[in-house]
């Protein structure tokens, strides 16, 4: 299969013929429809995040189709569609049972400590694979499982409750989806800062209430509806 990788920091990725990889008894063969570039793969690459053994095929955020099933899988069928959850973890240690996977001492990274979603195809155990339904694109379904999961979480901490006012600063691939997000969570207004006017005409194309184009003006106006709040 056709797989593109990193084979030398600070160098241009490279197309490589390799195997298609082979499952395991709990695994699923994904043929990739759709697979993300993330800022991470952009620190792979210039050496900042050193991703060792190479060559490495990245990507991390992956939707397809099931090719393949191991033969104790379950829960997913050769056809279905899904999106991939990144992170490899053993799902049994006191990490994986409080909900903190990433602490997980057997922890790893789809697109970094193994081959990822570059490529034709990629195996994933069964429980990295996620449903994605039919009126989600699996362009959207491959972003769903990084930056729009990252948005998910800031907002997911942040406690933004229905009915709150909340400023998302930058306009980016994040912040578009935590702007989305903001929404589904309830928020009434959502104020949208970025500096970059590209950036902002894109969040007007989103029906975005607010946007300060002046940093400065916006830290300030949200000091000072902090402050307000504050004394009520
Ligand atoms: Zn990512
Ligand atoms: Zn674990």
């Known amino acids: 299969m056709k ?16 195997p298609v990889p082979t499952i395991g008894e ?29 060559p490495r095929t990245l990507g991390h955020e992956i939707a397809g189709v099931v090719e393949q099933v191991g033969s104790h899988v379950t829960t997913i ?67 769903l499982m990084c930056s729009s999961a990252t948005a998910f979480h800031a907002l997911h901490k942040s406690r933004l409750k229905s009915g709150e006012t909340v400023a998302i600063f930058g306009v980016g691939g994040l912040g578009v989806s935590a702007i989305q997000l903001a929404y589904a969570f309830g928020a009434l207004d959502v104020y949208a800062v970025d500096i970059n006017v590209v950036n902002v005409n894109t969040g007007w194309r989103q029906n975005l209430i607010i946007i300060w184009r002046n940093i400065s003006l916006a830290f300030f106006f949200l000091k000072l509806w902090r402050d307000l709040c504050w004394l009520v």
Do not use: T, W
């Open 26 to 54: 709990g695994d699923v063969l994904v043929r990739v429809r759709a697979a993300g570039i993330c800022h991470s793969d952009v620190h792979f690459r210039a050496g900042k995040v050193p991703v060792q053994p190479l």
């Open 77 to 143: 069928k050769v056809g279905n569609r899904v999106c991939v959850h990144y992170v490899l973890s053993c799902g049994e240690c006191c990490y994986c049972h409080m909900g903190n996977e990433q602490l997980c001492p057997q922890g790893s990274i789809i697109g970094s400590h193994v081959d990822g979603g570059y490529a034709e195809y990629v195996a994933v155990p069964e429980r990295n694979a996620v449903h994605l339904p039919e009126e989600i694109p699996f362009e959207h379904g491959a972003i």
């Open 3 to 18: 797989a593109i990788r990193l084979v030398e920091p600070l160098s241009p990725l490279q197309m490589h013929e390799i």
